[in-house]
């Protein structure tokens, strides 16, 4: 189950005293789970006795945020065969490829978002990604033509 | 270098850093393993030298009554050569796995019944990609993103989800039938003859009984459609493989429509075009009756005892046979070429050890569409099935 | 605790077809639906009948198998139960047993002494 904002608000102190340079403690919730912040930017939870429950409840939810990528993926690696649909489909590698990924080899480019090594999808450069920085877009190509959902993103 | 894993001989394999990119999952552990459990040259059990080795597999041959050559189907061409050569010395039979794969299919293509093309015309040209009886993800797990669905191609450059028209046919839902989402369909197919049915009445304009009409209407809008055929059509069309070839050629009347088997071992199609060459048959060829015979499979063959003594080269029969064959194995005497230690090879009278083609050894290979390959070998073994199988030869 | 399916058997389709994990071990994978109505589980171990032969295979669960059955990949075990009537699509009978599944060594054995 993809992770959201809400699950993380719901157990933060919800005081919205601006300590972690949020406005509220569910704009907080959000950039949490972009991995804009940190969990340790909540001065209260840590310092306040009274979250003690809370704050293990949130490490746990967040655990898979220290596996994803920047931009929220995630690869199961025991699920994927190196078939290469999500490399040669991704719209950014028919781009900045055409004589590489987008005709089907193997990437030519120098830091491509994806690449097979040893027979199983690596990260290599995730900033090309259309989901990284400021003006990014939810694409889920990848993830689509994975036969095996091996592809994950955080927020679905 | 060239991945020889399966049929799509990928080219675009690269070694950097020791890490092997581009290959996928069977790819990769295809060429990193190629040092792990190495044959050992053995002679009833007892290892012994190349040369006592190669001097016993003569003397076995020599002395066979009745030999068949089998296998072949992962050396290279140059190696199947010499192995027809071999057979034709002993006045044997020779075949390889695709009496029992999609050889066939081969054959109808190499005697011009049936269209085909190449798969880089596919990524360039073709609309409709029809998956038929096969699941590319597990068995070709490049197909698709490397040569049909997801590369872009000259007349093809939209993108798979506007470019191209996926069918997947299959008795179940497998990983190739979930990627059927937008601009394609899934068909579960109980009945493979009902289907070829189908598909000419509704190219016919007729009603089909299982729903293709859309295929058909999408198929006559485009001037270049593709089938590829695995083992599930193969084993339902039971044996009535002209039906499906005229359909094939009915349907060309509407659209361009081309077959290409979808795939199997690295050079199964070689060993076919190799014997094409040299006898006009495929496979299953007695060098005594001069002829192809069902009955002459290897599987037949064994199981009604008309062989004495087999050559099998680069195959593991005890494991890839079924029971009622692969227990003949023991009734015969066999003397194997591998490079690796098969159950086959650990059971067999005579055992040679020899390199992996593609990896160890260079040679040519034949693409599951046709398209001739040259090997790009990573080391340079000296022994190999082709200085093997002279040896035989010259022994003989 | 023993579980009621332990003394049932159930008939099944199973494909048999490539797969690109576990060709080494004596794996079927069951349609999720069918092993819930076999009462099945992931990592039992499943005695599979056709005909005169049987073998052991560790069970585990694939959305993409077959509605009424399972996959078995391409192996050696698999064609222990297979001829080639029945070469890429068999029925048979499927049941809980005790134990371990069946090993390589073994199919080999029953082939070599069955002279
Ligand atoms: S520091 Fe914590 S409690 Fe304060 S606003 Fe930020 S999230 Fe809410
Ligand atoms: S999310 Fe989109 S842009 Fe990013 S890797 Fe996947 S397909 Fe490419
Ligand atoms: S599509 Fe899935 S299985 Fe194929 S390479 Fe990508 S992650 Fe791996
Ligand atoms: S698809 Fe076949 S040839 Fe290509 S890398 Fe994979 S195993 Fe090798």
Redesign the interface.
């Known amino acids: 189950m993809p992770l959201t904002p809400m699950e993380i608000y719901k157990l933060l102190p919800k005081t919205n005293c601006k300590k972690c340079g949020e406005q509220t403690c569910m704009s907080f919730a959000f950039k949490l789970l972009n991995r804009e912040k940190k969990l340790e930017d909540c001065k209260p939870l840590f310092e306040e006795k009274k979250y003690e429950v809370q704050l293990k409840k949130l490490r746990e939810i967040l655990k898979p945020l220290e596996k994803a990528t920047e931009t929220g993926l995630i690869v199961k690696s025991e699920l994927c065969n190196g078939c290469g649909n999500c490399i040669v489909a991704c719209p950014v590698h028919v781009e900045k490829d055409p004589h590489g990924a987008g005709i089907g080899r193997g990437p030519r480019i120098r830091d491509p978002i994806y690449r097979i090594e040893n027979g199983k999808l690596v990260i290599v450069n995730m900033h090309l990604c259309r989901r990284y920085g400021k003006n990014r877009i939810l694409c889920v190509v990848c993830r689509e033509n994975c036969p095996t959902d091996a592809i994950s993103f955080l927020e679905g | 270098m060239i991945c020889t894993g399966c049929s799509c001989l990928c080219e675009d394999i690269e070694i950097q850093d020791s890490k092997i990119l581009n290959a996928c999952e069977k790819g990769y552990k295809h060429i990193s393993r190629f040092k792990e459990s190495k044959a050992k040259n053995r002679v009833y059990g007892k290892e012994v030298d190349l040369d006592k080795a190669i001097e016993s597999a003569v003397e076995i041959l020599k002395s066979a009554k009745s030999p068949a050559i089998y296998g072949l189907d992962t050396t290279t061409v140059e190696a199947q050569r010499i192995a027809v050569k071999i057979a034709e010395k002993l006045n044997g039979y020779i075949d390889d796995n695709s009496s029992f794969c999609l050889g066939e299919f081969v054959e109808a293509i190499l005697r011009k019944k049936i269209p085909s093309a190449t798969l880089d015309e596919v990524r360039d040209y073709a609309y409709v990609l029809v998956y038929w009886g096969t699941n590319p993800y597990h068995s070709i797990p490049r197909h698709m993103s490397k040569f049909t669905y997801y590369p872009r191609g000259k007349k093809r450059n939209r993108g798979y989800d506007e470019d191209r028209f996926l069918v997947v046919i299959d008795v179940r839902r497998s990983e190739t039938a979930k990627l059927a989402k937008k601009n394609a369909k899934f068909i579960k197919v109980e009945d493979d003859l009902e289907l070829v049915d189908s598909f000419e009445r509704a190219l016919e304009g007729k009603a089909p009984k299982y729903d293709v009409a859309e295929i058909a209407r999408e198929m006559k809008k485009a001037d270049f459609n593709a089938i590829f055929g695995g083992l599930g059509l193969k084993y339902g069309l039971r044996g009535n493989y002209e039906k499906f070839f005229s359909f094939l050629n009915k349907a060309n009347k509407f659209a361009p429509l081309y077959f290409i088997p979808a795939g199997f071992h690295s050079n199964m199609r070689g060993f076919n075009e190799t014997l094409f060459e040299e006898v006009g048959e495929v496979n299953k060829f007695s060098f005594i009756e001069k002829r192809s015979d069902p009955n002459f499979s290897f599987p037949e063959l064994l199981k009604n005892k008309k062989i004495d003594v087999a050559l099998i080269v680069g195959t593991d029969p005890m494991s890839s046979l079924p029971f009622d064959v692969s227990e003949k194995l023991y009734e015969i005497k066999k003397v194997v070429l591998d490079p690796r230690e098969t159950f086959t090879a650990k059971n067999a009278e005579v055992s040679i050890s020899s390199a992996f083609s593609g990896i160890e050894c260079g040679g040519e290979m034949v693409r599951s569409d046709g398209v001739r390959v040259k090997l790009e070998p990573i080391e340079k073994a000296e022994i190999d099935d082709v200085y093997i199988l002279r040896r035989i030869l010259e022994g003989l | 605790m023993m579980r009621i399916a332990k003394f049932l058997k159930f008939e099944a389709f199973f ?1 048999v ?5 576990e060709q080494e071990k004596a794996v079927v994978y069951l349609n999720p639906e069918f092993a819930k109505k076999a009462g099945i589980k992931s990592d039992d171990v499943v005695l599979i009948t056709k005909g005169e ?1 049987s073998l052991k295979f560790r069970a585990k669960l694939l ?5 009424n059955g399972g ?1 078995i990949p391409n ?2 075990f698999a ?6 009537q029945n ?3 068999f029925n048979a009978y499927v049941e809980i047993v005790e134990g371990e599944e069946s090993k ?1 060594e073994e ?2 054995r ?3 002494e ?2």
Do not use: H, Q
Request: glycine share 0%.
């Open positions: 494909v077809a490539r797969y690109s994990w032969r959305e993409t198998a077959p509605e996959l192996s050696i064609n222990y139960l297979l001829d080639f070469f890429k699509k390589a199919v080999i029953r082939i070599t069955k002279k």
